[in-house]
């Protein structure tokens, strides 16, 4: 219910007499199902003491006014005998009028009103100012009056004369919900009707739980919306849902806006279209008003929005609406459509539930919009970091990394391939693993990549496991604490084609070898991972292979082998057998293959790096 404003009836309207009013059956009713008479009730004396203390009067009634007498069920500050009588005739009822006119009636002066200053109310108990607010039912009967009285004249202030309608407003609201308690005591239908409308209502507030709960893992518009679509679908679900969010020129994206939903749930596609927040349609009207706007069926709607936007809602086979701003803290971000192939009404109960949804969307919709921009700058680092391989004169080289965590969409896995040296025969190729798979482990791991880079350049005279080891060192020394596995190895080449191989692995898994003519095989030559410092002092060992024209070297982190269910060696076996098989693919198509096929579920960062000696 609203506040209670003052009606005004049309000039052609012959307004009901007061004994008509009075007397009228629902209204009558409506007084003996309320169960409230001149006995006192705790409830409407606590709404009296709160007229009293709040207007600071002497006395505050509520009244409810029979044909014959109005009865106090709940007062303060009346004098005998009326206090103990809680009732007066008429010839002594301010009240009467409210009921009759269904208006407030403010008096500052009983004696010179002209409605009231022959009322027996004046000398009797000494009202001289009265300020009324009608009491109504669900039905707009107008059952009583509740009252603010003075002994002596009184200006009546506009926050005086609010605060007593609100009070108005309250009590109709208890009355109400007595009425509603009579009917369900007395008739079974509305029993039952009452219990089902009590148990949807905690199946929303458990919806909303758990919405409110999947939110926070959603991460873009669509997710939000997805979400949106899981709630809606009880009974009688939205044909359509959308969103539309403001965009910085001051016009709104529509998000998901192709028509109703499949059988899935989804649109058939994601398209986006850009319109003005002027334009007149729900979804900018919620957005301009700030307020939820509803139709609940096609001639409600058609009254408020020129013709294009009727044909929009006939276009995408609707009948009724709702669009509910989408409020953040900064504002109001957009907007959030749901629409129905059927006429419908909008109880009060639902409309809250999918205001609240809305709330929960915009704050959802809040975070996505900070998650993306801090997308987009941690794959501006992880590319910065992932510098494309180079150009060596006789080798070929692909490789490809694939993140665990696909809302950053960057980890912790790093491959690499430079030219330490002026000499370039002289390759120096890398892949690694720092210990997680978040944008924490990315971070390490530009630390640790650049520094690996430095020591080969550095000990590029050296065996490899040289620059593992000065990498280690400056680690320790700056206070660098990741912690992975990693294989280093340097390819120098050779004569008739062929290029020598010194590798060191820390604790790595092997890499294959695809020489022409032979089974694939594995450099399973290993020893422990780098960054753990009570194994700091433990030697590193390098190993050597000649890899002849035709030969591949294939080089991966462990989230291409690891399966969940499955060990590592089965794992690599997999990894050897698919590869094997495929050996005649160019570099990129086996980088591709094995991830594509291998690391579909796997929980890990993914990076492949193969290194192909052309054959002669």
Do not use: K
């Not at 052609?12 to 199902?33: K, Y």
């Not at 809250?352 to 919709?365: E, H, I, K, P």
């Amino acid at each position: 219910m609203g506040r209670i404003g003052i009606d005004v009836a049309l000039p052609d309207q012959r307004p009901p007499s007061a004994p008509e009013v009075l007397c009228d059956p629902g209204r009558l009713l409506a007084l003996a199902q309320s169960g409230l008479d001149s006995e006192s009730d705790p409830a409407m004396e606590l709404v009296a003491r709160r007229v009293q203390r709040w207007l600071d009067v002497p006395v505050a009634l509520v009244t409810l006014v029979q044909p014959e007498q109005q009865v106090f069920p709940g007062l303060v500050g009346l004098p005998e005998p009326w206090a103990s009588r809680r009732a007066t005739p008429l010839t002594h009822s301010f009240c009467q009028h409210v009921v009759t006119t269904a208006q407030p009636l403010i008096v500052e002066n009983a004696p010179e009103h002209p409605l009231v200053r022959d009322n027996l109310a004046v000398p009797d108990i000494g009202v001289m100012a009265y300020a009324g607010m009608p009491l109504t039912d669900a039905d707009g009967h107008v059952l009583g009056s509740l009252c603010a009285i003075d002994t002596h004249p009184r200006a009546w202030t506009p926050t005086q004369i609010d605060v007593l309608r609100d009070l108005a407003w309250g009590c109709s609201v208890e009355l109400r919900l007595r009425l509603a308690r009579f009917d369900a005591e007395q008739e079974r239908t509305r029993r039952d009707a009452l219990e089902s409308t009590l148990r949807e209502s905690f199946e929303q507030s458990q919806s909303l739980l758990e919405v409110s709960q999947a939110f926070t893992r959603t991460a873009t518009v669509a997710d939000v919306r997805d979400r949106i679509v899981e709630l809606a679908t009880g009974r009688q679900a939205p044909a359509y849902v959308g969103i539309s969010l403001l965009q910085p020129d001051g016009r709104l994206r529509r998000y998901d806006d192709a028509g109703p939903l499949s059988a899935t749930g989804r649109d058939a596609d994601g398209s986006w279209s850009l319109y003005p927040v002027s334009a007149e349609a729900p979804s900018a009207a919620a957005v301009h008003q700030a307020r939820m706007v509803h139709h609940g069926d096609r001639p409600a709607f058609d009254a408020e929005y020129p013709a294009p936007a009727r044909q929009a809602l006939r276009d995408l086979g609707l009948h009724s609406v709702v669009a509910a701003p989408l409020v953040g803290d900064d504002g109001v971000l957009g907007s959030l459509l749901l629409g129905w192939d059927e006429p419908r009404s909008f109880d009060p109960v639902e409309l809250l539930t999918l205001s609240t949804v809305a709330g929960f969307a915009a704050q959802a919709l809040h975070r996505a919009e900070l998650l993306q921009h801090r997308i987009g700058v941690a794959q501006q680092m992880q590319q910065a970091m992932l510098a494309p391989l180079p150009t060596v004169a006789g080798l070929l080289m692909a490789a490809r990394y694939r993140p665990a965590d696909s809302r950053e969409h960057v980890g912790g896995d790093w491959y690499d391939a430079v030219l330490p040296t002026a000499d370039p025969s002289l390759v120096a190729v890398s892949v690694g693993d720092i210990a997680g798979h978040n944008l924490a482990a990315a971070i390490a791991m530009g630390q640790v990549r650049p520094m690996l880079r430095q020591a080969c350049f550095d000990h590029a005279t050296a065996a490899p496991s040289h620059a593992l080891a000065a990498l280690e060192t400056a680690g320790a020394g700056l206070g660098v604490t990741a912690m992975g596995s990693a294989m280093l190895a340097y390819l120098r080449a050779g004569a008739g084609r062929t290029w020598s191989v010194t590798w060191t692995n820390a604790g790595h898994p092997p890499p294959v070898v695809l020489a022409p003519d032979a089974p694939a095989r594995l450099l399973d030559e290993h020893d422990h991972l780098f960054g753990v410092g009570p194994l700091a002092h433990l030697p590193r060992r390098d190993h050597d292979v000649v890899l002849a024209p035709g030969t591949t070297l294939f080089l991966y982190s462990d989230g291409l082998i690891e399966s969940r269910g499955d060990d590592i060696d089965a794992g690599i076996d997999r990894l050897t057998a698919l590869l094997d098989a495929h050996r005649h693919l160019t570099c990129q198509e086996l980088v591709d293959l094995s991830i594509d096929t291998l690391a579909t579920d796997s929980p890990d960062d993914v990076v492949a790096l193969a290194v192909r000696i052309p054959a002669i």
